[in-house]
Antibody
Framework: QVQLVQSGAEVKKPGASVKVSCKAS????????MHWVRQAPGQGLEWMGI????????TYAQKFQGRVTMTRDTSTSTVYMELSSLRSEDTAVYYC?????????????WGQGTLVTVSS | QSALTQPASVSGSPGQSITISCTGTSSDVGGYNYVSWYQQHPGKAPKLMIYDVSNRPSGVSNRFSGSKSGNTASLTISGLQAEDEADYYCCSYTSSSTPVVFGGGTELTVL
């Protein structure tokens, strides 16, 4: 069965960076793109970007350009999302989600979420 | 890229039908048949309910249906059940530099 297992909660200080992992299993890792979506406390979903695990190409939301880096390790079927220059507004649950289409709007499996807290 | 516009909340009684709207522009909802809907229960990850405007993934109840007219997409839930109480988000492909956008979310209360 398809599973996306994310790394544990993080607490970071403003200005620091955080790297969240998402380990995929139960399917061919390189055959499906992976999204990163975040959700601030009590707020809605916000799309951050997408990575193609096959070649490593990425597309980021304009809001996060220059601050986010998405990478992958095909040997471990893991994708990573690193967000730098953290500020309090980055406090959120970060999700990875598998994309099944070329429209980038059909995410059929989601990770359990990783809470990132940014606080001094 | 601004979020798609959804009502903050809707409510209905068990057995009734409700509709949640999702309004965008010709650059997103109106320009493509790439609208999806996600259900999210508190503390849980989102779940795909509708894709490509009106298609249901395997395992999703046929009480859930989607449609689109112009720049507005809609999610209809018929025969409301207590378990439908959740937040619902629409999502669309866009032609902007940020190719995916979510709606602000709608809280559904089953009275």
């Amino acid at each position: 069965q398809v599973q996306l297992v994310q790394s544990g909660a993080e607490v970071k200080k403003p200005g620091a960076s955080v790297k969240v992992s998402c380990k995929a299993s139960g399917y061919t890792f390189t055959s499906y793109y992976m999204h990163w979506v975040r959700q601030a406390p009590g707020q809605g979903l916000e799309w951050m970007g997408i990575i193609n695990p096959s070649g490593g190409s990425t597309t980021y939301a304009q809001k996060f350009q220059g601050r986010v880096t998405m990478t992958r390790d095909t040997s471990t079927s893991t994708v990573y999302m690193e967000l730098s220059s953290l500020r309090s507004e980055d406090t959120a649950v970060y999700y990875c989600a598998r994309e099944v289409s070329s429209s980038w709007t059909i995410a059929d499996y989601w990770g359990q979420g990783t809470l990132v807290t940014v606080s001094s | 890229q601004s979020a798609l516009t959804q009502p903050a909340s809707v409510s209905g009684s068990p057995g009734q039908s409700i509709t949640i709207s999702c309004t965008g522009t010709s650059s997103d909802v109106g320009g493509y048949n790439y609208v999806s809907w996600y259900q999210q229960h508190p503390g849980k990850a989102p779940k795909l309910m509708i894709y490509d405007v009106s298609n249901r993934p395997s395992g999703v109840s046929n009480r859930f249906s989607g449609s689109k007219s112009g720049n507005t997409a809609s999610l209809t839930i018929s025969g409301l059940q207590a378990e439908d109480e959740a937040d619902y988000y629409c999502c669309s492909y866009t032609s902007s530099s940020t190719p995916v956008v979510f709606g602000g979310g709608t809280e559904l209360t089953v009275l």
